[in-house]
T-cell receptor, first 115, second 115 residues
Framework: AQKVTQAQTEISVVEKEDVTLDCVYE???????LFWYKQPPSGELVFLIR??????QNEISGRYSWNFQKSTSSFNFTITASQVVDSAVYFC????????????FGPGTRLSVLP | DAGVTQSPTHLIKTRGQHVTLRCSPI?????VSWYQQVLGQGPQFIFQ???????GRGNFPDRFSARQFPNYSSELNVNALLLGDSALYLC??????????????FGPGTRLTVL
């Protein structure tokens, strides 16, 4: 069965600090996809990244970076030099190829960046 | 280009009533999925529709149903509303292909309150 765990319920940092959001997943499939979404106070989910199970390269996009490690079933997300606008709930999600567009979301981590 | 649109934005119903929520996908997207997000939790998958056919169903009772129209828009119907159906209902659209699972783009949601 698919499962996504985000052990950090809430994190507070001061602006300009680096912060890492953890995501651990469970799947029995060898082909799967991982995603991160941001949900700001407005409520709309914003897509951040997609990664398939065969691509373990870490990715950097501006202040955002992702660390995918199959050995530990983790797909962690780091924000460097955090800003107040980064305050939101962040969700990690998993989809197995055989289940198509059925995304299993984690419970989310609420990030508060204080000025 | 317009994103995913949903209507209505907010809805208040009483127990036992029926509700219909509507979604228009991004132009060119043929897959539409519905999710329920209860306050403080991650989205839960309800349905996926592609080419007017149901391609996936989550663990929701038969009171929940959906359909997709020839223009790829979709409706979610919920009968015999319960207090526990109060949630944010999210619609997501995506591309579909044999090369993998694509990221979903979410609409702003419909906030349903059942009294």
């Amino acid at each position: 069965a698919q499962k996504v765990t985000q052990a950090q319920t809430e994190i507070s940092v001061v602006e300009k600090e680096d912060v890492t959001l953890d995501c651990v997943y469970e799947t029995r499939d060898t082909t799967y996809y991982l995603f991160w979404y941001k949900q700001p106070p407005s409520g709309e989910l914003v897509f951040l990244i997609r990664r398939n199970s065969f691509d373990e390269q870490n990715e950097i996009s501006g202040r955002y970076s992702w660390n995918f490690q199959k050995s530990t079933s983790s797909f962690n997300f780091t924000i460097t030099a955090s800003q107040v606008v980064d305050s939101a709930v962040y969700f990690c999600a998993l989809s197995e190829k055989n289940y198509g567009q059925n995304f299993v979301f984690g419970p989310g981590t609420r990030l508060s960046v204080l000025p | 280009d317009a994103g995913v649109t949903q209507s209505p934005t907010h809805l208040i119903k009483t127990r036992g009533q029926h509700v219909t929520l509507r979604c228009s996908p991004i132009s060119g997207h043929k897959s539409v999925s519905w999710y329920q997000q209860v306050l403080g939790q991650g989205p839960q998958f309800i349905f996926q529709y592609y080419e007017k056919e149901e391609r996936g169903r989550g663990n929701f009772p038969d009171r929940f149903s959906a359909r997709q129209f020839p223009n790829y828009s979709s409706e979610l119907n919920v009968n015999a509303l319960l207090l526990g159906d109060s949630a944010l209902y999210l619609c997501a659209s995506s591309l579909v292909g044999t090369s993998g699972i694509f990221e979903q783009f979410f609409g702003p949601g419909t906030r349903l309150t059942v009294l």
